[in-house]
């Protein structure tokens, strides 16, 4: 027999941006996926120690668990106001926040316009699940028309409920929105996508380019009442047809940007 | 430094500036506008920061936001806009951050109107915000005072990490008086072992007022109770006038306190042996000082632009050992000195009924005038 070195290769690993703890995130959820996404661009970017997060309330209301860097946790909705503060007094430091549907476009639609239009250099990640995952699966301002939960048991009733918001391209319309994306975490391409999309709104912040938005649609198997692969599924059938993937906003300095 | 002619929000927001204020934020409204306006000026003027703020939820998570990093931080507002502000106040209080609050109040509820009032007294000594805490409250009475107390309540926000408000009245905003300003300080950034400015050299940090652990949860309210017992042993503060043979005294905060001076100085060129007790800080209440105070009393008098609501924690403090009355003006409506000497009269020479509530023999006196 030939004689074999054993090299260890390391071809995985954790980020340094995440820290080594278990998440209270469901499985198949994508949260996880969104939080590791976040944690190798600042990894790759080098800005770790001058990064402050702010985590809102919902399912990420415990984000400062996960990620290894300063931290707030904003009242809910308000996570883009209180970013707002932290990002004035410290205009060198990378300020993030990381909200739901529920925190964001809903509770939180006045705070997110604001920062948005005023141009606010901070950046947005926003994972749009089409429900309130934290409290049980209630009918968020993103669950589709028809779509079931624990507050709309018969459906979606538009006539009643009203529709759901395109949040993404609503904000690019504002003249502050430097770069505001939608990208999907149901398969590795459009994970990869979102990936450089992360890259690319805290390349906008970093270049003070103004607001910066990735919207990710994630999956939500637990109060959808699906498997992990169902979840991934409706994801590509049903949601995606409402909110499509694309570049809403995406200042023209940004295209010059070799990365 | 000599005196300058100044209006009181213009006042309150130059004292806060000289004590080093690095950011405020604020929403405009009447009868604090002035104060905003002031610094949308002064502040950028010394490369500080000031953001109009799209509401006062905005604003005062905003000011949430920039205490995390450890800046000098504050925001203003009146009434209707403080309610708004109180989930903000409470997550403050919760994350244990240093922040100045001006209320400038004025008539309620509701909309009310943009008349001086001190109807907030309840909302803002008491609480207002959900949960356990307390802020620490001080209330001027004159422009002077304003910005002497503006000016120091920076250092007892971060010396006890605690929320600071100054309660003021849309009259104090509003009015002009000569009144000397302090030193100018620098904008204040600290970095304090628990501020979020960034990690580079140290162990990361978070700030939050989320506890799922019930028994941490309520080591956090320990803490913040032994925190305010502290306060409440250091920090009273009080004004006393004609008290040291006084027969009878008035209690009163601010502008109504103000106004009751007046009266308790024509009662007193009257002869009536009466003085003034007035609290300055509003939390911690002097509540010793006062108690110690009635021992001496053969009546007292509660005078405030509300329906009674300081009231409450005079009778608590005085244990009914003495007769109170209570005279008040509502809905933006100021008592004159003539109608407060008019109820120090009837309370030294017409004591008469001193059974019930305080309040109920005043509306019985007054509460027919619709």
Redesign the interface.
């Given at each position: 027999m030939e004689n074999v070195t054993m090299e260890e290769q390391l071809v995985y690993d954790r980020p340094e941006s995440m820290a080594s703890v278990q998440t209270h995130y469901c499985p198949g959820c994508t949260h996880g996926v969104a939080h590791r996404l976040v944690a190798e661009v600042i990894d790759e970017m080098g800005i770790k120690d001058n990064m402050i997060g702010v985590a809102s309330v919902g399912c990420s209301v415990f984000a400062y668990n996960y990620f290894d860097f300063d931290f707030v946790q904003a009242p809910h909705g308000r996570a883009p106001a209180m970013a707002t503060g932290v990002k004035r007094v410290l205009p060198h430091r990378f300020v993030m926040t990381y909200q739901g549907d529920g925190d964001l476009a809903s509770i939180g639609m006045g705070e997110i316009v604001a920062a948005a239009a005023r141009g606010e250099n901070i950046t947005v990640i926003f994972l749009n699940n089409a429900n309130y995952g934290m409290t049980g699966g209630q009918m968020a301002p993103t669950t589709l028309p028809g779509q079931k939960t624990s507050s709309s048991p018969g459906g979606r009733d538009v006539e009643v409920a009203g529709f759901p918001i395109r949040t993404a391209e609503m904000l690019a319309t504002l003249d502050g929105a430097g770069y505001v994306v939608r990208r999907s975490l149901h398969d590795p391409k459009n994970i990869r996508m979102a990936k450089k999309s992360i890259r690319l709104a805290f390349e906008t912040q970093k270049h003070g380019l103004g607001f910066s938005l990735v919207e990710l649609l994630s999956t939500c198997p637990t109060n959808w009442g699906l498997t992990p692969v169902q979840a991934l599924k409706w994801v590509e059938d049903a949601m995606i047809p409402y909110y499509p993937i694309g570049d809403y906003k995406v200042n023209p300095a940004l295209k010059e940007l070799k990365i | 430094m000599a005196k300058e002619l100044m209006k009181g929000n213009v006042a309150i927001a130059e004292a806060a500036v000289r004590a080093g204020l690095?950011?405020y934020?604020g929403y405009p409204i009447t009868p604090q506008t002035e104060l905003l306006e002031y610094l949308s000026s002064r502040m950028p003027e010394l490369g500080r920061?000031f953001?109009q703020?799209?509401?006062e939820?905005?604003?005062i998570?905003?000011?949430?936001?920039?205490?995390?990093?450890g800046?000098r931080?504050m925001s203003s507002s009146s009434s209707p806009g403080v309610s708004l502000m109180m989930?903000?106040v409470s997550?403050i209080a919760g994350?244990e951050l240093p922040v100045v609050l001006v209320d400038v109040m004025r008539g309620g509820p509701g909309l009310g109107n943009i008349a001086p009032a001190q109807a907030d007294y309840n909302q803002i000594v008491h609480g207002g915000g959900h949960g356990d805490y307390h802020p620490i409250v001080l209330a001027p009475a004159n422009i002077q005072e304003a910005i002497d107390l503006t000016y120091g309540a920076f250092d007892l926000a971060e010396k006890y990490r605690s929320i600071v408000v100054i309660l003021a009245d849309g009259s104090l905003g509003q009015l002009m008086e000569p009144a000397e300003l302090p030193e100018m300080k620098p904008a204040i950034?600290r970095t304090p072992d628990w501020a979020?400015?960034?990690?580079?050299?140290r162990e990361?940090?978070?700030?939050?007022?989320?506890d799922l652990d019930p028994s941490q949860q309520e080591k956090t309210n320990f803490r913040l109770e032994h925190r305010w017992q502290e306060i409440k042993a250091n920090e009273v503060q009080y004004k006393e006038y004609y008290l040291d043979d006084a027969e009878y005294a008035v209690v009163g905060f601010g502008t109504s306190g103000r106004i009751a001076l007046s009266a308790v100085r024509a009662a007193r060129a009257k002869g009536i042996k009466i003085g003034l007790f007035r609290p300055v800080s509003l939390a911690p209440y002097p509540e010793k000082e006062l108690y110690e105070l009635s021992k001496q009393l053969k009546g007292l008098l509660v005078v405030e632009m509300n329906a009674g609501q300081m009231l409450e924690d005079v009778l608590n403090i005085t244990r009914s050992q003495i007769p109170v009355e209570f005279y008040g003006r509502m809905g933006g409506i100021l008592p004159m000195p003539e109608e407060i000497e008019a109820e120090i009269d009837r309370m030294v020479n017409d004591p008469t009924e001193t059974d019930g509530h305080p309040r109920d023999r005043w509306l019985a006196r007054f509460g027919k005038m619709n």
């Open positions: - | 690095n950011a934020f920061t953001l703020a799209e509401s939820l905005g604003a998570n905003m000011v949430y936001g920039a205490a995390c990093t800046a931080v989930e903000g997550y994350t950034m979020t400015y960034g990690s580079e050299g990361r940090r978070f700030l939050t007022s989320i």
